[in-house]
Each structure stands twice: as structure tokens, then as C-alpha cells.
């Protein structure tokens, strides 16, 4: 992604930082920021579950157990994190997606879900 493009989220504003710890994003800049080599489109920031790891895990992305070959700490309960928007959609169809931060998803989310279904599933304050 171009540094001259100001990346925004699905709610047409400048895309907030979804998470610096643990440190998220295809970039590691603790943004859901996208760009050419993203072919998963980690875009969706995500307040991930419980439920939502074990489908995770058993999909076979674990992202709960540390890989510290990576620099990943793994995930816990209400860790926020950048999740491919493939993914995010899966898990939602299994009843499982977890919670999502709107003004944190970038914008081409929508290429995969609905901005109804992301907002039926936003962070409630």
C-alpha cells in the first residue's frame, strides 16, 4: 500500500490502529492495512473469542498457540486482531465470528462481507 494513500475503514474514515499488543496487521504496524502481497486481505479487526480460536484452530490457522519463531505470541480471548476477511466470513457462517471494530477495518473488507454483516457484529460499548 502506498504510503501517499490514506488508508480508511468501512465507514468511509481514516482507519483507527486495531492493536500494538499484541502487534497486528499484515505489516506488523498495528493496523488492518492491505496491499498487493495480502492475498488474504487481513483486513477485518477482530476482539477474538474463545469459540472463535477453536474454530480457528480446527480450520487449521492456530492462532492461540505461540510461535516464537514468528514473533507471535499467540492469541487469547479479547486479544484484537487483523483477520482475513475470508476467514471472518467462515466463521461467521459457523456462528462463531467474533466481534468486530468498525472504525479498524479497512474498507476492502467489503469485497468479502457486508457492511450489515459487520456492523451486526460490531464492538458495543
Known sequence: MSD????KSVLGTTLHPCSMDPLTGFFR??????????RGS?????VVTEAFLE??????????TPRPEYNFV???PGDAWCLC??????AMKA?????????????RALQMVTLAQLV??????
Request: glycine share 8%.
Open 85 to 90: 476477511a475470508s476467514r471472518w466470513a467462515d
Open 4 to 7: 501517499s494513500v490514506e488508508a
Open 29 to 38: 504496524d498495528g493496523c488492518c492495512k492491505t496491499g498487493p502481497r495480502d
Open 120 to 125: 451486526e457484529h460490531s464492538v458495543k460499548d
Open 55 to 64: 474454530y480457528s484452530k480446527a480450520e487449521g490457522n492456530d492462532l492461540s
Open 95 to 107: 456462528g462463531c465470528a467474533p466481534a468486530v471494530r468498525l472504525e479498524s477495518t479497512h474498507e
Open 74 to 76: 499467540g492469541l487469547k
Open 42 to 46: 487481513h483486513t477485518i479487526c477482530a
